[in-house]
């Protein structure tokens, strides 16, 4: 029963969306306008960690269309005041564990390999929960959690 309890959604917050400043749609800025993963998590290819949208990046297009709505007050006083807006993550994972986003970028994985359809979220919310397991699983067996992108450990590890 424990078991159960540990692996379930209630303990894993998987499949809740997490409250935002301004509720943000991938699906529409993804899916419907074709915006690429790297246009707001800009240094994912160079970075452990994605990266946020700055308030800049977002003005980009709100600065022309959307900009009286309501919905993006909080953007423009960011705007207004140079102070960032605070996304919550979605993901965290433990201090213990090192997660670099960049090699796995350059190595082909593709974000949806472990964060889901995010393209087809009106709101983000998180796929899956995250285990030593499946690290190991796809490292393990790469070819086939991955298909034909990694052969073998030399394709990351020289």
């Not at 290819?45 to 990266?51: N, V």
Request: net charge positive; proline share 6%; glycine share 4%.
């Amino acid at each position: 029963m424990e078991t159960a309890l540990y692996w379930s959604s209630y303990v894993t917050h998987t499949d809740v969306v997490e409250s935002q400043p301004i509720p943000f749609s991938h699906k529409h800025h993804v899916g419907e306008l074709g915006l690429d993963c790297r246009y707001c998590h800009s240094v994912v290819e160079k970075s452990a960690y994605p990266g946020m949208p700055s308030t800049h990046t977002c003005m980009t297009c709100h600065s022309q269309i959307w900009k009286t709505s309501p919905i993006l007050a909080p953007l423009r006083e960011s705007y207004r005041t140079k102070t960032p807006l605070i996304w919550n993550r979605v993901y965290r994972l433990p201090d213990f564990v090192y997660f670099n986003h960049s090699i796995h970028i350059a190595k082909g994985i593709e974000c949806a390999s472990c964060h889901g359809q995010v393209e087809q979220m009106p709101l983000t919310r998180k796929h899956q929960a995250f285990y030593m397991r499946q690290c190991l699983d796809c490292h393990r067996d790469p070819q086939r959690h991955l298909g034909a992108k990694l052969m073998d450990c030399s394709t990351c590890h020289r």
